[in-house]
């Protein structure tokens, strides 16, 4: 309570103050977007978040290398039921989501509570193309699987479905007399010695020479070097998990490699 002169009447007028229990806190925004190190398609993402939050959307970005994060992102996917990798979009509040990444329209949409519902996917992948000397028959085969794939897959957008070759096309152009041997992926790669990729090395050149037909074969040399130092920055990626374990970093790092091996394996004539 206070004490305040009134100057007309020369009297003192208390006055009551107003109670200040209530204290004001700031509501936290329940849009979140979990990111991991060394995930492409959160890198893919990252410009367009800021855009958004730039232009005054309140999203937190939670990288999942933060235990809190971890655990935030497990009970969130417990509670609504999902189960995505990273980037998921994700509004803590009423579980309206999306996993992976999207274009800045669509996240504008799941930012004014819209459903959004998955993209179109291929129905299974694109049957594996005959080798390089298979019998007439067996391409007779492949071409008519083929087309009832590409037929079956009538619901993906304009710009998938126009990278599709035809099966003639496919079939013309040179193929692999064999599959090339893969390298140690996935949490062995961590763990493989300079031996391993030598010795893996080794065995791509004998299919190298094998499939000399192909075009663009890159240097054996090279891929086994950059092998290494994949799992060397992967080994530099945090703090060492427990045997069996895969850390997030490590997670986003493997993810990222195996994602540049298939193209490599694509771009060998392998599908």
Known sequence: MTTQKNESKNEEVQVVDEPTDAVETEELSPWYVFCS???GFCKKAEPIVGELINEGHDILILDM?????QKLNKELQEEYGVQCGT????????????CGF?????????????DI??????????????FQG??????????????????????????????QKSASEIIDAPRPKSDP????????????????FDRWGEEMKVWQEENKHLPN?????????????????MAQGGPAAPAGVVSPQLEGRLSSLESKMDKLITHLGVK
């Open 102 to 114: 999207r274009e800045k329209d669509v996240l504008e949409k799941w930012l004014d509570g819209e």
């Open 37 to 39: 190190t060394g995930c």
């Open 87 to 98: 980037p998921w979009f994700i509004n803590a509040e009423t579980g309206k989501g999306i």
């Open 181 to 196: 041997p893969r390298p140690p992926m996935g949490p062995q790669m961590a763990q493989a010695t300079d031996e391993t």
């Open 65 to 69: 290398s933060e235990p809190d994060n």
């Open 117 to 130: 519902p998955a993209p179109p996917r291929p129905t299974g992948p694109m049957p594996k193309t005959p």
């Open 217 to 233: 074969l890159q240097p054996v040399d090279n891929i086994v070097q950059q092998l290494k130092n994949r799992r060397d920055q």
């Open 134 to 163: 298979s019998t007439n028959k067996e391409e007779i085969a492949w071409k008519k699987e083929y087309t009832k794939w590409v037929k079956d897959n009538e619901h993906m957008p304009d710009a998938w479905r126009k990278q």
